[in-house]
């Protein structure tokens, strides 16, 4: 019964290094989120990806932001060149295929907490 | 472009109901209210959601006012693992969840 897994689930770079944060959906969803939280705040959208497909990133930074969910394996958030605002807690979700006129709900991992020094 | 307003905090006694409230008097027809809850250090969990009628699982109830531009959840019976900070959101149905401040509850024993 595993749910959305992350990892790792706490990493620590310095400014200028790349920060990899993966994520595993629950078994049969196909539809990745992710969201960051800075500190004191609430959870923000970054960008919705299908296996293969990024649907929206209206969320993500326009530069050192990338993201992937690839057909094999889990989804990964790339940030180039950290910096000490990158510093937040990142939570992915995942569903299965949306349904119109449905419920979707979002199931989120436990999050990445990145701390740039 | 806050669509929800919740009071930032509140206490609440283990056992008793705790009775959570938000405007969104700007709700559209299509939008729903969402409730979600995260609880320290950890990701956001469902609670519950609704349209227009009040609804209730096994967590927690969803008063909906007729006129749609408020609502309440209630937490029958608080316990200790309820603390956490929740979040009361509106959306029509699509994927982007858009969280505010919430309203950081702590259940007192």
């Known amino acids: 019964n595993a749910g959305v897994m992350q990892n790792p689930r706490h990493l620590v770079r310095r400014r200028g290094q790349e920060a990899r944060l993966r994520c595993s959906p629950v078994?049969?969803?196909?539809?990745v989120y992710w969201y960051r939280q800075l500190p004191e705040e609430g959870l923000k959208f970054m960008v919705y990806?299908?296996?293969?497909?990024?649907?929206?990133e209206s969320g993500m930074p326009k530069e050192r932001f990338s993201a992937e969910f690839p057909k094999e394996g889990p989804s990964i958030l790339r940030i180039q060149q950290v910096v000490r605002g990158d510093s937040a807690a990142y939570f992915c979700?995942?569903?299965?295929?949306?349904?119109?006129?449905?419920?979707?709900?979002?199931?989120f991992g436990p999050g990445t907490r990145l701390t740039v020094l | 472009d806050a669509k929800t307003t919740q009071p930032p905090s509140m206490d609440c006694a283990e056992g008793r109901a705790a009775n959570l409230p938000c405007n969104h008097s700007?709700?559209?027809?299509?939008?729903?209210v969402y409730w979600y809850r995260q609880i320290h250090s950890q990701g956001p969990q469902y609670i519950i959601h609704?349209?227009?009628n009040n609804e209730t699982n096994e967590m927690a109830s969803l008063i909906i006012t007729e006129d749609r531009k408020s609502s309440t959840l209630i937490l029958p019976h608080a316990t200790l693992r309820d603390t956490a900070v929740y979040y009361c959101i509106v959306r029509a149905n699509d994927y982007k969840l858009s969280f505010g401040a919430g309203t950081t509850v702590t259940v007192r024993a």
């Open positions: 609704g349209l227009k």
């Open positions: 990806l299908q296996k293969e497909n990024i649907i929206d």
């Open positions: 700007t709700i559209s027809g299509n939008e729903y």
């Open positions: 078994k049969g969803h196909s539809h």
């Open positions: 979700a995942s569903s299965p295929p949306l349904r119109s006129g449905s419920h979707n709900e979002q199931f």
